[in-house]
């Protein structure tokens, strides 16, 4: 079993729709969490830390569910622009800063 | 404003050929790392360095090296490359108390042929 699991996608949805991406986590000592987005052959850039009581960025919610072990992202009023690949982030215990990276979701947003 | 430089971009390489990537940032961080991304898996770490004069491995060191040069500095030195190590490779920093957060570079797409 991966450590962290996301469905590949894609999800290709109309501009305006609300998309939501799970993503679970196998190691219950996992300590922080993390949403991070990805280009077409771009590097990955962080687009929101994931926190106990979730928390919100302007169209972008993000939840996360201890015991269930799964964090998720929702995306409201999708634009053209959010077309890219959402990557699920956890930290785990260890000596140094331990990020485990999921595969990564699609999502394609279309006119 | 220049973040993370990582060159080359783009490289093909035969069978048992050695070259390195360098990577360089400009942000004072202290934290740098080498990771690999492979379609249908994620990024996975392959060394690190916490500070500088440091270096430790991830979970994919087996045929590289890396040098800590300075602390703007982290190279990954492929010895003898092979096939298995065709991918796109990627150096981050990190620094501060907000160290998950990584600044990474624009990426190297490796051939081995």
């Not at chain 1, 926190?51 to 999708?78: K, M, P, V």
């Amino acid at each position: 079993r991966k450590e962290v699991e996301q469905d590949p996608g894609p999800f290709n949805v109309p501009e305006g729709a609300t998309v939501a991406f799970n993503c679970t986590y196998s190691n219950s000592a996992s300590q922080s969490f993390f949403w991070y987005r990805q280009d077409c052959r771009k590097e990955p850039k962080l687009l929101m830390s994931v926190y106990s009581s979730g928390n919100e960025d302007g169209r972008f919610t993000a939840q996360l569910n201890r015991a269930s072990q799964y964090i998720s992202l929702l995306i409201r009023d999708s634009k053209l622009s959010d077309s890219a690949t959402y990557l699920c982030v956890v930290r785990q215990p260890g000596g140094y800063n331990k990020l485990i990276f999921g595969a990564g979701t699609r999502l394609a947003v279309h006119p | 404003n220049a973040g993370v430089t990582q060159t080359p971009k783009f490289q093909v390489l035969k069978t048992g050929q050695s070259m390195t990537l360098q990577c360089a940032q400009d942000m004072n961080h202290n934290s740098m790392y080498w990771y690999r991304q492979d379609p249908g898996m994620g990024l996975r770490l392959i060394y690190y360095s916490a500070s500088e004069g440091t270096t430790d491995k991830g979970e994919v060191p087996n045929g590289y090296n890396v040098s800590r040069l300075n602390k703007r500095e982290f190279s990954l030195r492929l010895e003898s490359a092979a096939p298995s190590q065709t991918s796109v490779y990627f150096c981050a920093s990190s620094g501060g108390t907000a160290r998950e957060k990584l600044f990474f570079g624009s990426g190297t797409q490796l051939s081995v042929l």
